[in-house]
């Protein structure tokens, strides 16, 4: 895994004049840019640094090192007045040498740098170099920055209840099933037991009643532990989220009972099909997510609660969408296997 540089402090102490400090930082909205000539820089500087972190870093695997940065500050002055949007237009008026130091908060490894750079002024207000931001907040810097530890949880919501998750092989990408808190499963039926030991009668649980709830409706999502993002994979790319396996049976029934009427908002269809645009996406079940060794491919089986279709799909990582990649359909029962 690979780490950022946690903090580097350039020191506010810097041994040259106030008017060089200034200088040190252009102006924005500038008409011409005038390109800040390199510093030198020298170390890192032997011994133990002034202003050594009180932070056990050899613990988390970094060191703390000092260099001296050097070179010509500019300072600068408005040309015109200073307007209240902040884009002004300056130009230089002197220059000064300057002569600094840095302290820097490093893996110990360098090939676990991954090019992260978190910087800090020290403040000299005390008398001293200080580091507040560093001091308040370094069991965060370190938690963000350390691989081995655990990162700050990915908020989906409080109205949903989490389900089962699966992690891609390099740590990247997480796909999450979730359901709706307090979703109603429907009451549970009692049966009654008439020959038991106690010689009283009694009751066990029994299964839902067919028809009275349908199962859960459950959500995918796909989290980018990299990025701490989180995004809904929606169901509509998969062919027949939308169909009705039952609307003939109705049609049917409904003509049976002597209870159809004509639609004519929907002249010259077939009141067996509707509109499948104005229609709902039916209820799924997430019940497979795997994987390929490499983590670049994830496949998902989703299953219609009604139990009519089975979708195999993949994962698109970067448009974060579902591709379906089969249907099985079957206006019956479609079989687990």
Same mark, same amino acid.
């Given at each position: 895994?690979?780490?950022? #540089?946690?903090?580097?402090?350039?020191?506010?102490?810097?041994?040259?004049?106030?008017?060089? *400090?200034?200088?040190?930082?252009?102006?924005?909205?500038?008409?011409?840019?005038?390109? #800040?000539?390199?510093?030198?820089?020298?170390?890192?500087?032997?011994?133990?640094?002034?202003?050594?972190?009180?932070?056990?870093?050899?613990?988390?695997?970094?060191?703390?090192?000092?260099?001296?940065?050097?070179?010509?500050?500019?300072?600068?002055?408005?040309?015109?007045?200073?307007?209240?949007?902040?884009?002004?237009?300056?130009?230089?008026?002197?220059?000064?040498?300057?002569?600094?130091?840095?302290?820097?908060?490093?893996?110990?490894?360098?090939?676990?740098?991954?090019?992260?750079?978190?910087?800090?002024? *020290?403040?000299?207000?005390? &008398?001293?170099?200080?580091?507040?931001?560093?001091?308040? &907040?370094?069991?965060?810097?370190?938690?963000?920055?350390?691989?081995?530890?655990?990162?700050?949880?990915?908020? $989906?919501?409080?109205?949903?209840?989490? &389900?089962?998750?699966?992690?891609? !092989?390099?740590?990247?990408?997480?796909?999450?099933?979730?359901?709706?808190?307090?979703?109603?499963?429907?009451?549970?039926?009692?049966?009654?037991?008439?020959?038991?030991?106690?010689?009283?009668?009694?009751?066990?649980?029994?299964?839902?009643?067919?028809?009275?709830?349908?199962?859960?409706?459950?959500? *995918?999502? *796909?989290?980018?532990?990299?990025?701490?993002?989180?995004?809904? @994979?929606?169901?509509? !790319? $998969? !062919?027949?989220?939308?169909?009705? !396996? @039952?609307?003939?049976?109705?049609?049917?029934?409904?003509?049976?009972? &002597?209870?159809?009427?004509?639609?004519?908002?929907?002249?010259?269809?077939?009141?067996?099909?509707?509109?499948?645009?104005?229609?709902?996406?039916?209820?799924?079940?997430?019940?497979?997510?795997?994987?390929?060794?490499?983590?670049?491919?994830?496949?998902?089986?989703?299953?219609?609660?009604?139990?009519?279709?089975?979708?195999?799909?993949?994962?698109?990582?970067?448009?974060?969408?579902?591709?379906?990649?089969?249907?099985?359909?079957?206006?019956?029962?479609?079989?687990?296997?």
């Amino acid at each position: 895994m690979r780490c950022r #540089v946690i903090a580097a402090v350039v020191a506010g102490a810097a041994m040259c004049a106030a008017g060089a *400090l200034v200088a040190m930082a252009p102006a924005a909205g500038s008409a011409s840019r005038q390109r #800040v000539p390199d510093p030198t820089v020298n170390g890192p500087v032997p011994g133990q640094p002034a202003s050594l972190s009180a932070v056990n870093l050899d613990a988390h695997g970094y060191i703390e090192q000092e260099f001296f940065v050097e070179g010509t500050a500019r300072a600068y002055e408005p040309v015109g007045q200073l307007t209240e949007d902040g884009r002004w237009t300056v130009q230089t008026t002197t220059t000064a040498p300057y002569r600094t130091r840095v302290l820097v908060r490093r893996p110990k490894d360098p090939s676990k740098f991954n090019g992260v750079v978190e910087t800090e002024w *020290l403040n000299v207000s005390g &008398g001293l170099d200080a580091a507040p931001d560093w001091g308040l &907040g370094n069991a965060e810097l370190l938690r963000s920055a350390d691989p081995t530890r655990s990162p700050l949880p990915i908020y $989906l919501g409080d109205d949903v209840a989490l &389900g089962r998750t699966a992690l891609s !092989p390099a740590g990247r990408w997480l796909l999450v099933v979730t359901t709706a808190k307090g979703y109603d499963q429907g009451r549970v039926g009692k049966l009654p037991v008439y020959v038991t030991e106690s010689g009283y009668e009694e009751a066990e649980d029994e299964r839902t009643r067919v028809g009275r709830n349908d199962p859960a409706p459950e959500t *995918l999502w *796909l989290v980018d532990l990299e990025a701490r993002t989180r995004e809904k @994979l929606a169901c509509t !790319p $998969l !062919p027949g989220i939308k169909d009705d !396996p @039952l609307a003939s049976v109705r049609a049917e029934n409904e003509r049976a009972r &002597g209870m159809a009427r004509p639609d004519t908002s929907h002249a010259g269809t077939d009141p067996a099909k509707p509109d499948t645009a104005a229609a709902k996406e039916r209820s799924v079940e997430v019940s497979a997510i795997a994987f390929n060794p490499q983590g670049t491919e994830a496949l998902v089986r989703l299953t219609a609660n009604d139990n009519k279709d089975r979708w195999l799909a993949t994962v698109d990582f970067e448009k974060h969408v579902l591709r379906p990649e089969h249907r099985l359909t079957d206006s019956a029962w479609v079989n687990w296997e």
